[in-house]
């Protein structure tokens, strides 16, 4: 059973109002979202973000509170999200960065170290660019600049000429075509 991260001091710092709007940016499978919601009285409003819809839908499914409003997006949308939700200010904003265990689970998402699958890794699945491609189609230079930028990676170089060394080497088979 998954157990969300510092539950009890999330919900108990972030909510100073029980009747109060809230907004959860990376709901994932949950969580925190459903101690949230069961927290909260039922004139509150949640405003759960994900841009994960199938982790979105799960939790929807399991979390039957009629005060969450699940929306699929990009919590850098949040700004124009309250505004179609005619939300003028809020009284707490939760943000849980990283990878959810819904998104582990699957292999087919391909961000799992234990199962064998193409390498994926998308959050949104709507979107068109996998890991996969960065990995395989990425010139040196580019993936040498994201490993730095993104990762802090000292040895981003390095690994960006052994990922290009070894695409010489191999043509890389994907089984799961
Ligand atoms: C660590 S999980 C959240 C887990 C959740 N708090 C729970 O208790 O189940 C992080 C979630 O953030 C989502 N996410 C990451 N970046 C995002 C972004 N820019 N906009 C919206 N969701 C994002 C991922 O899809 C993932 O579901």
């Not at 100073?16 to 459903?34: Q, S």
């Not at 969450?68 to 009284?91: N, T």
């Not at 010139?139 to 000429?161: M, N, P, T, V, W």
Request: aromatic letters at 10%; a negative charge; proline letters at 1%.
């Amino acid at each position: 059973m998954h157990q969300p991260v510092m539950l009890g001091e999330t919900i108990s710092f972030l909510v100073t109002d029980r009747h109060g709007i809230y907004v959860d940016c990376t709901a994932g499978g949950g969580g925190h979202l459903g101690c949230l919601a069961g927290h909260l009285a039922e004139d509150a409003l949640i405003i759960a973000i994900d841009k994960d819809k199938d982790a979105l839908q799960a939790a929807r499914k399991t979390l039957d509170y009629s005060n969450i409003r699940f929306i699929h997006a990009d919590f850098r949308e949040l700004l124009k999200i309250l505004q179609e939700e005619g939300v003028k200010q809020v009284d707490g904003i939760m943000i849980d960065l990283g990878v959810s265990s819904f998104q582990l689970d699957i292999a087919e998402r391909g961000f799992s170290f234990h199962k064998d699958a193409l390498l994926d890794m998308r959050m949104d699945s709507e979107q068109e660019l996998r890991a996969w491609d960065v990995v395989n189609k990425f010139s040196e230079e580019d993936l040498a600049k994201i490993f730095f930028e993104y990762g802090e990676e000292r040895y981003a170089r390095q690994i960006a000429k052994k990922i290009a060394d070894y695409r010489k080497k191999k043509i890389y088979q994907r089984p799961w075509n």
